[in-house]
Every structure is written in structure tokens, then in C-alpha cells.
């Protein structure tokens, strides 16, 4: 074990005598070596230059080991600075003192100066280690917050011109129809699906990106569950179009209002629809059902007749780009972001997701919306006479 450079340390004791001694062991070493008597010596060294580690005695004069540990925690260029502290007290609560101060490690006289440079070495290598770590950290901090904010910025720059884009191509599309120009309407409307495709998957990717710095931000409101599938089976339409998909719907009380983000709530749903539809033979049935549970939590199911999933693997399709295959000549498409972002925007709403399936028996997906976001006849009426109180 060794050390990249030779390190710069300050040694604390007012025995001059242990002090020649720590000093010279110090030396040999080729260490850089500072002494001190006491801890207000030792703080005035450590503030006029770098050091890379402090050996101080516990008990001394003026400025003692565990004050000057504590100092040196407290102060923001030091705080990370290791310490080891040698103590000869008989008292067992001597080193658990020391360590609460801040001690990296301890020795104990008489000193086992064969072990003194050992535990030196050890303590230096240790705290390079960790400056290596934190200095990784701080990089993979920036990367983060530069890459979400690039996001945002991108989301912005891209959303603009994609509107520009879907909204004329929309336009070209009916004044091609009104022309009977079936082959440039068919142009234009493969322009206004691919825009719309890239639209979604930037949402889908600030939203990622979004729901892994922290909570997703929610916009509530009050909301039909009929509205909310009726959105969701609307944005899932690309999907159940291509698919030939037959939807069957088996919705308890289409009026049952929920509180939630209506907008986040339909998304979330919808891609729960789309991996139903991709994910499921040509013209295969999806069911989408609703219905309150004995608890008066809403239980709301998206079922396919696909092939299913091995059960060992249900955990690896809420990660991220977790399609089995993500290869460019994969047989389906998208980010492999469906099922994480339906997970991140129920969690969100303190709701849960379960995934239940079997090979060769398609997949079942049921989101658990709890009580207190059901509004119910009753809630809804007690509501109203608190108001009006």
C-alpha cells in the first residue's frame, strides 16, 4: 500500500519526549512533519497550510485532542481532514468520546511504533481513497444536474417547432383530403405521426428525467374514471390502431370522480394500454376495467392475452430501457420507458402498481388508488357541508 505523494502531517503532544519520538518514526517515513504542543498550535499550522493528516494526543494543555477534533470538524476546509487520536486514559468511554468528536482512528500508549506506522499509512491511503470517491461524486452530481437541465432546455427548443410541424402537417392533411389527394394526405399524415411520436418520447424522457431527480410534480384536480380511460385509450390510439387490438371495457362507474393529475393519471394508463397492445398477438383482447375494492380504494386493471412474462423477470421491466431486446432491429418499438413512467407517476399520487404474469398467459397490470383520493357520493357531500360551513 502505498501513497500517490509524500503527505504533509501535523503532530499534536505536549510530551516533548513521545513528540522526538512520533517525530522521528514520521520522518523515516518520508513524511512532511509539523509539530505541536498543544491543539491551539496545531490550528494555527493547519490554517496557515494543507495537511493531509493529524496526530494528536487527547490530553493536553491550553487546547486538548477532543476540542481540537471538534475545531477541526467545524471549520468547512477542514472538516475532512483525518485524525488520529492517541490516548492513555484507563477510562473505556475515552475513544467512544473521540469518535464522536470526529476521530478517524486511535492508538493507544504505549505506542507499538511498528503498528504507529502501519495505522498512518493505513488512515492516509483511506482518506486519498475517499477524496478519489468524493471527487467522483461531485462529477457524477454535475453530469446529473447539467444533463437534467439540458432536458429542460432541449424539451423547450424541440416542443416549439415539433407543434409548428404536427399542426401544419395537420392542416396539409385536410386540404389534401378536401382535394382528394389521397397520396400527399398519406404523406402528410406520416409527417404528423412521426412528429407526434418524437413529441411523446421527448415528454417521456424529461419525464424520466424528472422523476429521478425526485418527486414527479403533480397538477390536481378532480376527475371521472370514465374521463381518465377515455383519455388514456386516446393516447394509447397509435398503438391499438397498429395492433388491431379489441378493447372491452368493464368500468364499475364511469361518474366515480378520483383527485389526482388527470393529465398524469390518463399517461400512466395509457402506456399500461400501449405494452398491452404491442406485447399481445394481432387482434388480441385488452381488457381496461375499474372498480372500488372493500377498502374504497379504486383498483383499476389493464389485462392482455399476450405472451406474458417469466416471473423472475416482472422486476427487470420497471428499469429503464428494460425491453429484453434494445437492439435497432428489435421487433418493437420505444424507449423501454412505458411501464417505469406509469410506476414513478402512481407512486407519485401515493398509489401502487402491481404486475402479475405468466408465460403463454399474457400480463396483468392493476393500479391501487387509495381511498382518500376516491371522491364517493358520500365524501363528495360531506365536502360540500364544510364548505358551506
Not at 496557515?48 to 494543555?61: C, E, F, G, H, K
Not at 477534533?69 to 485524525?83: C, D, G, M, S, Y
Not at 495505522?119 to 462529477?139: G, H, I, P, W, Y
Not at 397492445?277 to 385488452?286: L, Q
Request: glycine share 6%.
Amino acid at each position: 500500500m502505498t501513497m500517490s505523494k509524500s503527505a504533509r502531517i501535523v503532530l499534536v503532544d505536549d510530551d516533548p519526549i513521545l513528540r522526538e519520538l512520533a517525530h522521528e518514526q514520521l520522518r523515516n517515513a518520508d513524511y512532511d512533519v509539523e509539530v505541536a504542543e498543544n491543539g491551539e498550535q496545531a490550528l494555527e499550522l493547519l490554517n496557515s497550510n494543507d495537511a493531509d493528516l493529524v496526530i494528536t494526543d487527547l490530553d493536553m494543555p491550553v487546547m486538548g485532542g477532543l476540542e481540537l477534533t471538534e475545531k477541526i470538524r467545524a471549520e468547512q476546509n477542514l472538516k475532512e481532514l483525518p485524525v488520529i487520536v492517541i490516548t492513555a486514559s484507563d477510562h473505556a468511554d475515552a475513544v467512544d468520546r473521540a469518535f464522536a468528536a470526529g476521530a478517524t482512528s486511535f492508538l493507544s500508549k504505549p505506542i507499538n511504533w511498528t503498528l504507529f506506522n502501519h495505522a498512518v499509512l493505513f488512515v492516509l491511503k483511506a482518506s486519498e481513497d475517499q477524496k478519489a470517491l468524493r471527487v467522483a461524486r461531485d462529477q457524477a452530481e454535475a453530469g446529473a444536474k447539467f444533463k437534467d437541465s439540458l432536458m429542460s432546455v432541449m424539451s423547450h427548443e424541440l416542443r416549439t417547432p415539433l407543434n409548428a410541424i404536427i399542426g401544419f402537417g395537420q392542416l396539409l392533411g385536410e386540404q389534401f383530403a378536401t382535394q382528394n389527394d389521397d397520396l400527399n394526405r398519406e404523406y402528410a399524415d406520416y409527417v404528423v405521426d412521426g412528429g407526434k411520436r418524437l413529441l411523446n418520447n421527448i415528454s417521456d424522457m424529461l419525464l424520466a428525467s424528472e422523476a429521478r431527480s425526485g418527486e414527479i410534480s403533480l397538477e390536481e384536480n378532480s376527475v371521472s374514471i370514465g374521463d381518465v380511460i377515455d383519455e388514456a385509450r386516446s393516447l394509447a390510439l397509435s398503438s391499438i390502431r397498429t395492433t388491431g387490438a379489441k378493447i372491452k371495457l368493464t368500468v364499475q362507474d364511469r361518474d366515480l370522480e378520483l383527485h389526482c393529475d388527470s393529465s398524469l393519471m390518463a399517461r400512466a394508463l395509457s402506456k399500461l394500454i400501449d405494452n398491452a397492445a404491442k406485447f399481445s398477438p394481432r387482434g388480441g383482447a385488452i381488457t381496461i376495467g375499474a372498480a372500488l375494492t372493500k377498502a374504497q380504494d379504486l383498483a383499476i386493471l389493464v389485462k392482455d392475452n399476450g405472451a406474458g412474462i417469466a416471473p423472475e423477470k416482472l422486476k427487470e421491466i420497471t428499469a429503464p430501457f428494460a425491453q429484453s431486446d434494445m437492439s435497432l432491429r428489435r421487433s418493437k418499438e420505444g424507449l423501454g420507458l412505458g411501464i417505469p413512467l406509469a410506476q414513478a407517476i402512481i407512486a407519485a399520487h401515493g398509489a401502487k402498481l402491481r404486475i402479475e404474469s405468466k408465460e403463454g398467459e399474457g400480463l396483468r397490470a392493476l393500479i391501487i388508488m387509495p381511498s382518500s383520493r376516491v371522491l364517493t357520493q358520500e365524501s363528495s357531500t360531506s365536502g360540500s357541508a364544510k364548505a358551506v360551513a
